[in-house]
């Protein structure tokens, strides 16, 4: 996703991992993956659709 320039398939491949951070005791990451997942669900309209373009 990050080569290809896909936003979609980047948010959804990051939110997949989420659970696995838990699992194998990454705290940090654990705790601050859901604060960047959510900040980058809730970007200004603009700015999402120069992601999804592939401007990122």
Known sequence: ????????LHLYAFQEMLPFFHRYDHTNYARWCPVYFAQ????????QAEFDCGNW
């Not at 809730?42 to 700015?47: G, S």
């Open 1 to 8: 996703a990050l080569r290809d320039g896909q936003w979609d």
């Open 40 to 47: 980058m669900k809730q970007l200004p309209a603009e700015v």
